[in-house]
């Protein structure tokens, strides 16, 4: 269930807000790369994405908003590459109730969930904690490794419609 809700997360930041719909706030080198701390806005004005570039690329915190104003992702990145801590919450689109709750949180490491990752129910309840090993083995303290695998999958699912969104809009 809870992957449906990600899936669904994802289609309202970014299905609901198409990359032709997003307007792109911040500077640009000579050369049109962008540079410095960019906010995304939607039609209506609010802000769905914020964050820095670095060289044209994606770098240290980003935060997203779905269109409720709900937030929805922290991912850290380095120079394009998903690197650090993250968190997902649950959108406002579904259920208005949770917006902003959060929904998961883990690390990253070269674009990769790496340690532990923590999946949580609208209650706040764990739904699941489970530590990845190196050669990608999960094993799970709460939950089962299968769900574990079934909700790291969700997560790796909506990040590049969530980078997409961003990136997608600067080429306009």
């Known amino acids: 269930?809870?992957?449906?809700?990600l899936a669904l997360v994802g289609f309202a930041l970014c299905g609901c807000q198409t990359t032709a719909s997003l307007k792109p706030v911040g500077s640009r080198s000579k050369e049109g790369v962008p540079v410095g701390e960019f906010r995304f806005l939607s039609a209506n004005g609010s802000t769905v994405a914020q964050g820095r570039f670095t060289e044209g690329k994606l770098d240290g915190i980003w935060r997203f908003w779905d269109s409720g104003g709900s937030k929805t992702a922290e991912i850290t990145y380095d120079r394009g590459i998903k690197s650090?801590?993250?968190?997902?919450?649950?959108?406002?689109?579904?259920d208005p109730?949770?917006?902003?709750?959060?929904?998961?949180?883990?690390?990253?490491?070269?674009?990769?969930?790496?340690?532990?990752?923590?999946?949580?129910?609208?209650t706040g309840d764990v739904e699941s904690r489970s530590v990845i090993k190196d050669a990608g083995e999960i094993e799970a303290s709460v939950g089962t490794s299968d769900l574990a695998r079934r909700l790291m999958e969700a997560d790796d699912r909506l990040f590049p419609k969530l980078e997409g969104a961003v990136l997608g809009s600067l080429h306009k």
């Open 97 to 122: 109730s949770a917006g902003g709750k959060l929904k998961a949180e883990g690390n990253l490491k070269a674009d990769k969930q790496v340690g532990e990752h923590v999946a949580y129910l609208t």
């Open 84 to 94: 650090g801590p993250f968190r997902l919450y649950y959108g406002s689109f579904l």
């Open 1 to 5: 269930m809870k992957w449906v809700l």
